[in-house]
């Protein structure tokens, strides 16, 4: 038998820590349960030693009515564990409102501790706990509300938030990875950038007096060359008021910020996803993903009970891409007159049709959550692929762009060098 260390409440709703023996995971939670205990926490512990079982000390409610100062919204690692931690406690059996208080005193100062307080209070004056949550969309959004409403109709409220919980964790892991493998070529760019502008600012202006100095005429290269040193260095000309080497640091906050404030607008953010999907390759990444997150997103509400016409509404709203914003749209125009899911998305072409025949087939058979989740599977391994691609046509093509930088302000450098060999030759001969 393997010993695990565990963190349950009591009925009360007192915190407990301990040790129990048991054969698994789930033996250890039945014989916390038989006990009376209602476990938030089980792990098994690593190496031997003696069995010790200690009650933790029920620590002191804080005073409500403290100033509380947050920022920002909740990060998505901390809502999947509030989500799978609040499954948890339900399929325990203990209160709602219990089970949200517990919770609220284990969170951090800051947005999410704030909001389950206000929360705590809504549901604890008779608000439902869908409706509670709708009233803080940042935190929950109306996916996260509706699947909760669903829940809690069907009374399996724990089932829902552990669906949810599922769907976020494998969002996220997506998330993830494209993050991931984006890294290494920005640091790159970004190391590159800062090498070649600190030549352009520290060492071409020392050539610059050397070919002065021995007064050799320039070539077009390195006459251009110079003047794109000086201009990095603020000396082109009296005008100059900010010297290049500021716009090139803050030139990605000044592309961020010029792509938010276009995204902001209705053309400006259509333009911008159309234009992403017909990018080479990315625009296959995004596709990919776009279609792996709105899958799963449908699948989820379908599954959770949600009506098919909310689902694709929820679905439009949380899909990130306006072309598939728009197919969606019209997906739920032709459910709406008593038509197909299929057609409109095929007219719509934004999905491969191995995706349409499968929803297709969905509605024939009336599983349509398990061919959405299984098409949402099926892209996740797809992006894993894309985003390997991507990579390694990302490296060769960093090599070339940066070797052809290097290659052009050395062979800059070494024209007028040429020429003045040449001089001091022809000095000598004479």
Known sequence: ??????????????????????????????????????????????????????????????????????????????????????????????????????????????????????????????????????????????????????????????????????????????????????????????????????????????????????????????????????WIAGTASPDQRVPGVVWIASSPFLIYFFFKVIRKTHYGRASTDWIGLKIPVIGGLIQKTTVARFTRTLGTLVAAGVPILEAITITKETSGNWVFEEALGKVHDSIKEGETFAEPLRKAKVCDLIVVNMIDVGEETGDLDVMLMKIADNYDEEVDVAVASLLSLLEPFMVVILGGIVGTIVLALFLPLVSMIESVSGQKGK
Request: hydrophobic share 40%.
């Open 1 to 230: 038998m393997a010993t695990y260390a565990y963190e349950a409440v009591t009925g009360t709703g007192a915190k407990k820590k301990g040790t129990v023996e048991a054969t698994s995971s789930d033996d250890a939670e039945a014989k916390l349960r038989a006990d009376g205990l209602y476990p938030t926490s089980v792990k098994e512990q690593k190496g031997k030693g003696k069995k010790q079982e200690e009650a933790a000390a029920p620590k002191k409610k804080k005073k409500k009515g403290g100033i509380s100062l947050s920022f920002g919204g909740v990060p998505l690692k901390r809502m999947t564990m509030f989500t799978r931690q609040l499954s948890t406690l339900q399929d325990a059996g203990l209160p709602l409102l219990r089970s949200l208080q517990i919770l609220e005193s284990q969170q951090k100062p800051g947005k999410l501790k704030s909001i389950l307080g206000a929360v705590c209070e809504d549901v604890e004056g008779g608000t439902t706990l869908s409706d509670a949550f709708a009233k803080h969309p940042k935190a929950f959004d109306r996916l996260y509300s509706k699947m909760v409403k669903a829940g809690e109709i069907g009374g399996v409220l724990d089932v829902i938030l552990q669906r949810l919980a599922d769907f976020m964790e494998k969002g996220q892991r997506l998330r993830s990875r494209i993050k991931g493998a984006l890294i290494y070529p920005t640091v790159v760019i970004c190391i590159a950038v800062a090498i070649v502008t600190g030549i352009m600012y520290f060492v071409i202006p020392k050539f610059q007096e050397i070919f002065n100095d021995f007064n050799v005429k320039l070539p077009a290269l390195t006459l251009w060359l110079v003047s794109a040193s000086k």
